[in-house]
T-cell receptor, first 113, second 114 residues
């Protein structure tokens, strides 16, 4: 049973436009959320995170929005660049030092030049 | 900084054989995580260690899987006997403490069990 769902397996956008990657979760105990980025033949790398006490966190071109009532978060990339083409994983955890990460299946983003 | 090192990068084996995956965490990191990535289930946490002690192995799929961390600079994930459904990419990650965003992943081992 997937507690973190990334229902769209892929997304293609034009360079310079906005990319919106969506993620839904079912576990109401989750209160910390992360996005990881993965290039082929490499391990995932941390991109951005958000705590449930916030509804938005921004880092340069990357912004994560959290809607707790809908159990939904999204990653916005503006403007999208060809180098952003990668697999993006949404992850969630409960607060606590021993909390483990629960990942979604990932979304493959392709940014067309 | 060499980052997290995993070996081998690719492994092809036959069903029933023993498979051992190896991981060297970043020096100074005291938490180590083993993940498995498949198309069906995405990225799953199998087990993690803190200060060489297993903390949570609830993600280990069955008794055929075992993991050890004999010292702070080395860990193994063993599958015995291996089955075709074990085919996946296995990642090792390490962190300083248990903060989620500071997990650094290795490049992974791509395992194919025929």
């Amino acid at each position: 049973d997937q507690q973190v769902k990334q229902n769209s397996p892929s997304l293609s956008v034009q360079e310079g436009r906005i990319s919106i990657l969506n993620c839904d979760y079912t576990n109401s105990m989750f209160d910390y959320f992360l996005w990881y980025k993965k290039y082929p033949a490499e391990g995932p790398t941390f991109l951005i995170s958000i705590s449930s006490i916030k509804d938005k966190n921004e880092d340069g071109r990357f912004t994560v929005f959290l809607n707790k009532s809908a159990k939904h978060l999204s990653l916005h990339i503006v403007p999208s660049q060809p180098g952003d083409s990668a697999v993006y994983f949404c992850a969630a955890s409960e607060t606590g030092a021993n909390s483990k990460l629960t990942f979604g299946k990932g979304i493959t983003l392709s940014v067309r030049p | 900084d060499a980052g997290v090192i995993q070996s081998p990068r690719h492994e092809v084996t036959e069903m029933g054989q023993e498979v051992t995956l190896r991981c060297k965490p970043i020096s100074g990191h005291n938490s180590l995580f083993w993940y498995r990535q498949t198309m069906m289930r995405g990225l799953e946490l199998l087990i993690y260690f803190n200060n060489n002690v297993p903390i949570d192995d609830s993600g280990m799929p069955e008794d055929r899987f075992s993991a050890k961390m004999p010292n702070a600079s080395f860990s193994t994930l063993k599958i015995q006997p291996s089955e075709p459904r074990d085919s996946a990419v296995y990642f090792c990650a390490s962190s300083l403490g248990l903060k989620k965003e500071t997990q650094y992943f290795g490049p992974g081992t791509r395992l194919l069990v025929l």
